[in-house]
Structures are given as structure tokens and as C-alpha cells.
């Protein structure tokens, strides 16, 4: 993707770029990981790559603070995107209970074992990083697919703001990044108004 110039020193708006890798590459590298046995290490990684993505689409020195690197952009952090893959997918799952999806969740919820790398156990530990309802309460009340897609999306939105804000007053090189209040998907002014253009790109950085 840098190679062909996606890059702030090419001239590329930042978030064209961002754009780019979310649409393209992003799915690829996460294809079926709400289902896979991943390791912190895998997430790790992910997560390194992604800043290094973000850092050189926007012309940032590696020192930059992950929190302004993703707030500038509007990017979620990879472990974020993982967890509203598999909230969704859970979502998706409890709809119909005659399927075979969800007699298994029913089965594993009752026989996971806490502090083991399932499916159930990732789960129980996103919906409780959330403030999220637990999983026994959501097979018996139901929400939409569409209502718990937006209350997944919302409950996101506040956790990485307040962490960011965290983060922002612990740091002062970032004392003065206005974190909004739904920072994903909400890239910073100085990027929205910069044009594919090297020279514009330049003098935002």
C-alpha cells in the first residue's frame, strides 16, 4: 500500500489512505477472527502494524502517542475492531434459536471455563469491557440485529474516548488534540480539509 504512494510525503490525503486500509487490507488480515484461537501475541502485532500504517500515512515520528495517531485519523485500534467483529457476530448468532450456532452457545456457556481462550471466554470479557449486558441476559432479551449493532458501536465509542481522555491527560504531548466524543470514525479537522495535494498535505503536517 506505501509503496504506491500511500504515504503523507506523496501528497496523499491521510484519509483517503486510512480509507484504503480499512477497506482493503484491514478485512483481510482480520478475515473469521471471531471465531479463530488468536493470542495476544497475534493482536500485538496487528496492532503494531496498524500504528505503523497510521504513523506514515500522516507523516508522524514513531514517538507519537497511539492515542493521537488513531484520534488525528478516526481509526479504531485493531483490538477494538476485533471485539465489535465478534459482538456482532454474537448478535447475529442469538437471533434464531433454533439454529445449531446457537444451541452451541448455549452449551458453551454453560461448560467454558473461565480464563480460557474460547469463544465464550473472549465474549464474556468484551461485553464486560463494554459495560454490556452478560450473554445469559442477552439470549433471554433479544435486541435486533440492528439495535445491537448501534448499541455495540456506542458502547465502543465511549470506552476508547474516556481511555483516550485517560491517556491525553497522563501525556502532555497531547494536551492540545481535542478528543471528540465519538472519536471513531471521526477523523481530526486538520485532516477533513486537506485534499489530495503534496503540497497541501505538507503544510498540515
Not at 477533513?192 to 503540497?199: G, H, P
Request: hydrophobic letters at 35%; proline letters at 4%; a positive charge.
Amino acid at each position: 500500500m506505501l509503496g504506491p504512494g500511500l504515504s503523507a510525503r506523496k501528497g496523499t490525503s491521510p484519509i483517503v489512505s486510512a480509507r484504503l486500509w480499512q477497506t482493503y487490507a484491514l478485512p483481510r488480515s482480520l478475515f473469521g477472527i471471531e471465531v479463530l484461537n488468536y493470542t495476544k501475541t497475534d493482536i500485538t502485532k496487528l496492532e503494531r502494524l496498524q500504528l505503523q500504517i497510521c504513523r506514515q500515512i500522516q507523516g508522524l515520528p514513531k514517538r507519537v502517542a497511539s492515542a493521537a495517531n488513531y484520534c488525528l485519523l478516526g481509526i479504531e485500534p485493531i483490538q477494538s475492531t476485533v471485539d465489535r467483529l465478534l459482538l456482532t457476530f454474537f448478535g447475529g448468532i442469538i437471533q434464531d434459536n433454533t439454529s445449531i450456532e446457537y444451541r452451541i452457545i448455549e452449551r458453551q456457556l454453560v461448560m467454558s471455563k473461565q480464563n480460557a481462550n474460547t469463544f465464550i471466554s473472549r465474549l464474556e470479557t468484551a461485553l464486560s469491557k463494554y459495560k454490556l449486558p452478560k450473554a445469559q441476559e442477552l439470549l433471554l432479551v433479544k435486541p435486533t440485529r440492528e439495535k445491537w449493532k448501534t448499541t455495540v458501536k456506542c458502547a465502543i465509542q465511549d470506552y476508547w474516548a474516556e481511555k483516550w481522555e485517560m491517556e491525553k491527560s497522563e501525556k502532555s504531548t497531547m494536551k492540545y488534540i481535542n478528543i471528540k466524543a465519538r472519536p471513531i470514525g471521526n477523523p481530526h479537522q486538520i485532516w477533513k480539509f486537506t485534499s489530495n495535494n503534496t503540497l497541501e498535505v505538507k503544510k498540515q503536517k
